[in-house]
């Protein structure tokens, strides 16, 4: 069983930054395919990035304005989130998968498990 725990959201201005973290529980953290994703109101959740040893992979509404990234020593996951727009408003979700592939993936089924989401609000 992997436990995730996020932190980090909160509200800011348009163009401006956060960081998320998301602490994870397990031993073999550092095999984990993990990744984030964000669900809007009356959304459907998508996801943001992922990250599978050194590859990452973006969603191109992300791309060249978020980071994902692992420290393995400390069993977390990050996302820095730059430039930030309101469409990035939404609950943001981290998520794992202890036997995944090869590669990062998107895909929402390709995950077991979930943390309980921090809430990222941008205004204009």
């Known amino acids: 069983q992997v436990q995730l725990v996020e932190s980090g959201g909160g509200s800011v201005q348009a163009g401006g930054s956060l960081r998320l973290s998301c602490a994870a529980s397990g031993d073999t953290f550092s095999s984990y395919r993990m990744a984030w994703f964000r669900q809007a109101p009356r959304k459907e959740r998508e996801g943001v990035a992922s990250i599978r040893s050194a590859s990452t992979l973006y969603a191109d509404s992300v791309k060249g304005r978020f980071t994902i990234s692992k420290d393995n020593a400390k069993n977390t996951l990050y996302l820095q989130m730059n430039s930030l727009k309101p469409e990035d408003t939404a609950m943001y979700y981290c998520?794992?998968?202890?036997?995944?592939?090869?590669?990062?993936?998107?895909?929402?089924?390709?995950?077991?498990?979930w943390g309980q989401g921090t809430q990222v609000t941008v205004s204009s």
């Open positions: 998520a794992a998968e202890a036997y995944g592939g090869t590669w990062p993936t998107l895909f929402v089924d390709e995950y077991t498990y």
